[in-house]
């Protein structure tokens, strides 16, 4: 084992000097054994960035090296758990607090149902057997680095995480142990036998994500917004409705009052799918901003590890990561203690490489053993002052497909989602048309294009309005503002407290969407025949419509054709009136 001895220390990063040391190597350090990372090499002087609170660490202390990169046990006991940064458990140990030196340690109990035989040839991820027990079944599988004959297999019983299970007969004719866990760098994405298009959404439950700026199944969203925004309620929101298997959930250097409510609501959210905890199907990675700022920057690798090992087991992930501003910080005042030359606004210059490597974790893909898994990454960006040309949220645009960009005005107007439609876009929306239509839903990428159209002439239309006032306007004008009003109010405004608003299916969506499309084209013939805007504005079945969210739920779908035909009939009666007083 490599050692060294400290020569300088600054907070978390420190200098040693010592030989046989390789570049992001694990290190322990001093007598408490704390866990660190060499992350530079000088001849024989390495620098350390040290995961755990350096306080009393003196010079001469010693550092040992680990002889493998930083690595996280990988296991059944993972689902359902909280953790820090670094995987260790922040809940079922029996003390509130995590001991300096402590390390990652699957030891959990499961049921072990084997499916393979001795002298039965395994490749890389192969499934061997089936972990009961848990919250839900698991399949075990070979880590991506292990293949070879089963020479020997345990029978059928319960045994802890990190019991051998079976031993391989690998190719260069040594054998290897293989148990439920096994650890996996984390700044190493796990390999996958090939990549797939991003065809299909991942339906969220939120209209104006689902229907004006979809996110695909395996793609890469940003969620940037100032504070008081509402950032981690629609995280909470999206974790809650997703169609994901697993939520992994990222809590990367936010106050830790807001982390705190996190893991206090967490375990107690139902989940609409089975009707269970939602913590059976999650893991949260909790790593607030008074924890040593380097396990912040370790934290989101550890998650997207964590995401990736799930992926693998077929099951498809959605990555939440709440916020990489935080993790960028951490970044900048871990540089700034190496000395790096400072990039914009002094971000290190390899800024957006680090975010690039995040990002492009996400994925649709074949994995290992034949299955089709996903993970889709959904970061949170917290710019100062709500400046979206600061440098975090910039860089970030390059590699995702869907930004939902929060917006102040409309947060404090309580205005939910505050996702701003003219500042917001997705890439994901020619690829995803073709699962609409697939769902009978031809017009969708129609409508979405109307409606964006009316809420951009609204924009225009408003300014106008605070100069000469909205009676003044002309009567077309006034049209498009009260359809703007009805797509804003009855569309793109959701109650997260209302039982039947709260989710919105495709199906449900879409007759909304429908309905809509359809006032606008009616009050565009009665404006031609001849109708008053105030007409219009009068008419009750203009509050059925901008109520039918929750007024009419998923159970009643037929109800949307009733409140059509309704108004039909409205715009119908209307245009004869018109007719008759020509």
């Given at each position: 084992?490599?050692?060294?001895?400290?020569k300088?220390?600054?907070?978390?990063?420190?200098?040693?000097?010592?030989t046989?040391?390789?570049?992001?190597?694990?290190?322990?350090?001093?007598?408490s054994?704390?866990?660190?990372?060499?992350?530079?090499?000088?001849?024989?002087?390495?620098?350390?960035?040290?995961?755990?609170d350096?306080?009393?660490?003196?010079?001469?202390a010693?550092?040992?090296?680990a002889?493998?990169?930083?690595?996280?046990?990988?296991?059944?006991?993972l689902?359902?758990g909280?953790?820090d940064?670094?995987l260790?458990?922040?809940s079922?140990?029996g003390?509130?607090?995590?001991m300096p030196g402590?390390?990652?340690?699957?030891?959990?109990?499961f049921?072990f149902?084997?499916?393979?035989?001795?002298?039965?040839r395994?490749?890389?991820?192969?499934?061997f057997?089936?972990?009961q027990?848990g919250?839900?079944?698991q399949?075990l599988l070979?880590?991506?680095?292990?293949?070879?004959e089963?020479?020997?297999?345990?029978a059928a019983?319960?045994?802890?995480?990190?019991?051998?299970?079976l031993t391989l007969?690998?190719?260069?004719?040594?054998?290897?142990?293989i148990?439920?866990?096994?650890?996996w760098?984390?700044r190493?994405?796990r390999?996958?036998?090939?990549?797939?298009?991003?065809?299909?959404?991942?339906?969220?439950?939120?209209?104006?994500?689902?229907?004006?700026?979809?996110i695909a199944?395996?793609?890469r969203?940003?969620?940037p917004?100032?504070f008081?925004t509402?950032?981690?309620?629609?995280?909470?929101?999206l974790?809650?409705?997703?169609?994901?298997?697993?939520?992994?959930?990222?809590?990367?250097?936010?106050?830790?009052?807001?982390?705190?409510?996190?893991?206090?609501e967490?375990?107690?959210?139902?989940?609409?799918?089975?009707g269970?905890?939602l913590?059976e199907?999650?893991?949260v990675?909790?790593?607030?901003?008074?924890?040593p700022?380097?396990?912040r920057?370790?934290?989101?690798?550890?998650?997207?590890?964590?995401?990736?090992?799930?992926r693998?087991?077929?099951l498809?992930?959605?990555?939440?990561?709440d916020?990489?501003?935080?993790?960028?910080?951490?970044?900048r005042?871990?540089s700034?203690?190496?000395?790096?030359l400072?990039?914009e606004?002094?971000?290190?210059?390899?800024?957006?490489?680090r975010?690039?490597?995040?990002?492009?974790?996400?994925?649709?893909?074949?994995t290992?053993?034949?299955?089709?898994?996903?993970?889709t990454?959904?970061?949170s960006?917290?710019p100062?002052s709500?400046?979206?040309?600061?440098?975090?949220?910039?860089?970030?645009?390059?590699?995702?497909?869907?930004?939902?960009?929060?917006?102040?005005k409309r947060?404090?107007?309580r205005?939910?989602p505050?996702?701003?439609?003219?500042q917001?876009?997705?890439?994901?929306?020619?690829v995803?048309?073709?699962?609409?239509?697939e769902?009978?839903?031809?017009?969708?990428a129609?409508?979405?294009?109307k409606?964006?159209?009316?809420?951009?002439?609204?924009?225009?239309l408003e300014r106008?309005?605070?100069?000469?006032?909205?009676?003044?306007?002309?009567?077309?004008?006034?049209?498009?503002?009260?359809?703007?009003?009805l797509?804003?109010?009855?569309?793109?405004?959701?109650?997260?407290?209302?039982?039947?608003?709260r989710?919105?299916?495709p199906?449900?969506?879409?007759?909304?969407?429908?309905?809509?499309?359809?006032?606008?084209?009616?009050m565009?013939?009665?404006?031609?025949?001849?109708?008053?805007?105030?007409?219009v504005?009068?008419?009750?079945?203009?509050r059925?419509?901008?109520?039918?969210?929750?007024?009419i739920?998923?159970?009643?779908?037929?109800?949307?054709?009733?409140l059509?035909?309704v108004l039909?009939?409205?715009?119908?009666?209307?245009?004869?009136e018109?007719?008759?007083?020509?």
């Amino acid at each position: 084992m490599s050692d060294a001895k400290i020569k300088w220390i600054s907070g978390p990063v420190l200098r040693a000097r010592g030989t046989g040391f390789r570049m992001r190597e694990a290190v322990q350090v001093g007598e408490s054994h704390l866990l660190g990372e060499v992350i530079r090499l000088d001849g024989d002087e390495i620098t350390v960035q040290v995961y755990e609170d350096t306080t009393g660490l003196k010079i001469g202390a010693a550092v040992y090296g680990a002889g493998r990169p930083l690595s996280i046990p990988l296991g059944p006991g993972l689902l359902g758990g909280i953790f820090d940064g670094l995987l260790r458990p922040l809940s079922g140990t029996g003390t509130p607090y995590v001991m300096p030196g402590q390390r990652p340690v699957a030891r959990k109990i499961f049921g072990f149902v084997p499916v393979t035989r001795v002298g039965e040839r395994l490749g890389r991820g192969a499934v061997f057997g089936l972990a009961q027990g848990g919250p839900r079944e698991q399949p075990l599988l070979l880590p991506p680095d292990a293949e070879g004959e089963v020479v020997e297999a345990a029978a059928a019983g319960e045994y802890a995480e990190n019991a051998p299970l079976l031993t391989l007969k690998q190719p260069d004719g040594g054998t290897r142990a293989i148990a439920m866990c096994s650890d996996w760098p984390v700044r190493a994405p796990r390999p996958v036998a090939a990549r797939l298009p991003n065809d299909e959404p991942l339906l969220t439950g939120l209209r104006i994500v689902d229907s004006i700026f979809p996110i695909a199944r395996g793609g890469r969203a940003a969620i940037p917004g100032g504070f008081g925004t509402g950032k981690t309620v629609l995280l909470e929101t999206l974790a809650r409705w997703c169609n994901a298997d697993v939520i992994v959930y990222v809590g990367c250097g936010e106050r830790g009052n807001e982390i705190a409510g996190v893991l206090e609501e967490f375990p107690q959210l139902e989940d609409p799918r089975t009707g269970r905890r939602l913590m059976e199907r999650t893991v949260v990675i909790a790593n607030t901003s008074n924890m040593p700022v380097s396990a912040r920057e370790a934290s989101i690798y550890t998650g997207a590890t964590v995401a990736e090992y799930f992926r693998d087991q077929g099951l498809h992930v959605a990555l939440m990561a709440d916020s990489t501003s935080r993790w960028a910080e951490a970044l900048r005042e871990i540089s700034g203690r190496l000395g790096e030359l400072p990039g914009e606004s002094a971000y290190p210059a390899y800024l957006s490489s680090r975010l690039a490597e995040f990002y492009e974790r996400a994925a649709r893909v074949t994995t290992l053993a034949g299955a089709e898994g996903s993970i889709t990454l959904m970061g949170s960006v917290s710019p100062p002052s709500g400046d979206f040309s600061e440098p975090v949220t910039t860089h970030t645009k390059r590699y995702i497909r869907s930004f939902w960009a929060l917006d102040v005005k409309r947060a404090q107007a309580r205005f939910y989602p505050a996702i701003h439609p003219l500042q917001s876009y997705s890439e994901d929306v020619a690829v995803l048309a073709g699962w609409w239509q697939e769902q009978g839903n031809a017009q969708w990428a129609a409508w979405r294009r109307k409606f964006l159209t009316l809420l951009e002439d609204q924009a225009r239309l408003e300014r106008m309005a605070r100069i000469i006032g909205k009676d003044a306007m002309p009567a077309r004008a006034q049209l498009t503002l009260l359809c703007a009003d009805l797509v804003n109010e009855g569309f793109l405004r959701q109650s997260a407290y209302s039982e039947t608003d709260r989710s919105c299916s495709p199906a449900r969506q879409i007759a909304m969407m429908k309905l809509l499309a359809r006032f606008v084209e009616l009050m565009e013939q009665a404006h031609a025949a001849g109708v008053r805007p105030e007409q219009v504005a009068q008419l009750p079945v203009l509050r059925q419509i901008a109520r039918m969210s929750e007024d009419i739920p998923e159970a009643e779908l037929e109800r949307f054709q009733d409140l059509g035909a309704v108004l039909e009939q409205t715009f119908t009666k209307l245009r004869e009136e018109a007719a008759a007083n020509a």
